[in-house]
Nanobody, 122 residues
């Protein structure tokens, strides 16, 4: 099993920044790909960004390109999401996920964190 713990969410004004962290523990051999998803009230879970933890491959959804950056810590079982130029539409619960396939499909990720709330005020 893998446990994922997110932190760093909060309330920020539009144009501001937040940095989310996700720490993985347990059977981290199953975390070759880590990703961030988000879910706003009444909406489906949406892919945000993903990274290959052993290398530098990354991928972003179009709406966050140029504003968000996913990166891994020196210990490869930690992943960050730096969010700049935040917009009210970015308001959601952000979830960290881990799996072994480099994909945007939520169903491909075997492990999920509880989520951290990000609220962007206008």
């Amino acid at each position: 099993q893998v446990q994922l713990i997110e932190s760093g969410g909060g309330l920020v004004q539009a144009g501001g920044s937040l940095r989310l962290s996700c720490a993985a523990s347990g059977r981290t051999v199953s975390t070759s790909v880590m990703a961030w998803f988000r879910q706003a009230p009444g909406k489906d879970r949406e892919f945000v960004a993903r990274i290959i933890t052993s290398g530098s491959g990354t991928y972003y959804t179009d709406s966050v390109k140029g504003r968000f950056t996913i990166s891994r810590g020196t210990a490869k079982n930690t992943v960050y999401l730096q969010m700049n130029s935040l917009k009210p539409d970015d308001t959601a619960v952000y979830h960290c996920a881990a799996g072994t396939f480099f994909t945007s499909a939520p169903s491909a990720y075997n492990f999920w964190g509880q989520g951290t709330q990000v609220t962007v005020s206008s």
